[in-house]
């Protein structure tokens, strides 16, 4: 009786590892469809000669480990995937190099570069006024979205990931992180979305 029980327990362990294993190939979602977990409050300069407080409170936390990626991918996904990779990578001013740390603008401009062979602006003003315009519920993967976060002229970009997240260099003192649009300092400076020739 007992090494039935033994036989039994021993083939639903099989079992049930089995299904664990498989499970991940059944999802494959870019990114969680969750709201961003709340951090601590705090403030950082702006992105010119200008001071802007920021909360920290829309970051988001992710590992890398829950973002999945795509080896036959396409444009976007490759753009996404290599953005994804430099997570954490220091803000500095004038940043455009993996060796020196990025700023907002040099950040999507590497990215473009070294994923794409896409050649992008400069700077968030510039790379606002190239490409096509694109509604927020239109959004896609790789699309650039940028805020006003000091008087009314466009100072940050990102780049689009999914539902809702975008990836940025914030300002000095941060790094290469994840964000919602949809976070209480970010929706109220939105100012728009382009679509970098190219991406369709």
């Given at each position: 009786?007992?090494?039935?029980?033994?036989?039994?327990?021993?083939?639903?362990?099989?079992?049930?590892?089995?299904?664990?294993?498989?499970t991940p190939a059944f999802s494959s979602p870019l990114l969680p469809p969750d709201r961003?977990?709340?951090?601590?409050?705090?403030?950082?300069?702006?992105?010119?000669?200008?001071?802007?407080?920021?909360?920290?409170?829309?970051?988001?936390?992710?590992?890398?480990?829950?973002?999945?990626?795509?080896?036959?991918?396409?444009?976007?996904?490759?753009?996404?995937?290599?953005?994804?990779?430099?997570?954490?990578?220091?803000?500095?001013?004038?940043?455009?190099?993996?060796?020196?740390?990025?700023?907002?603008?040099?950040?999507?401009?590497?990215?473009?570069?070294?994923?794409?062979?896409?050649?992008?602006?400069?700077?968030?003003?510039?790379?606002f006024e190239a490409g096509s315009k694109v509604d927020r519920d239109a959004l896609k993967m790789g699309d650039l979205v940028f805020f006003r976060t000091?008087?009314?002229?466009?100072?940050?970009?990102?780049?689009?990931?999914?539902?809702?997240?975008?990836?940025?260099?914030?300002?000095?003192?941060?790094?290469?992180?994840?964000?919602?649009?949809?976070?209480?300092?970010?929706?109220?400076?939105?100012?728009?979305?382009?679509?970098?020739?190219?991406?369709?």
């Amino acid at each position: 009786m007992a090494s039935m029980r033994t036989a039994t327990a021993f083939r639903f362990s099989i079992l049930a590892l089995a299904f664990a294993c498989m499970t991940p190939a059944f999802s494959s979602p870019l990114l969680p469809p969750d709201r961003p977990i709340a951090d601590r409050p705090g403030s950082m300069p702006a992105f010119a000669s200008t001071r802007v407080d920021v909360p920290a409170a829309d970051e988001v936390e992710i590992a890398a480990a829950d973002v999945p990626m795509n080896v036959s991918a396409s444009p976007r996904r490759t753009l996404a995937d290599f953005a994804l990779k430099l997570r954490n990578i220091a803000y500095v001013r004038g940043g455009r190099e993996l060796t020196t740390g990025f700023d907002c603008s040099g950040f999507v401009q590497y990215v473009f570069q070294q994923s794409l062979g896409s050649d992008l602006p400069g700077n968030s003003i510039s790379q606002f006024e190239a490409g096509s315009k694109v509604d927020r519920d239109a959004l896609k993967m790789g699309d650039l979205v940028f805020f006003r976060t000091h008087g009314r002229r466009v100072s940050h970009v990102g780049i689009y990931l999914d539902n809702g997240l975008f990836i940025h260099a914030p300002s000095r003192g941060k790094r290469v992180r994840i964000d919602h649009l949809d976070g209480t300092y970010w929706t109220k400076r939105f100012a728009g979305a382009r679509r970098p020739d190219g991406l369709t």
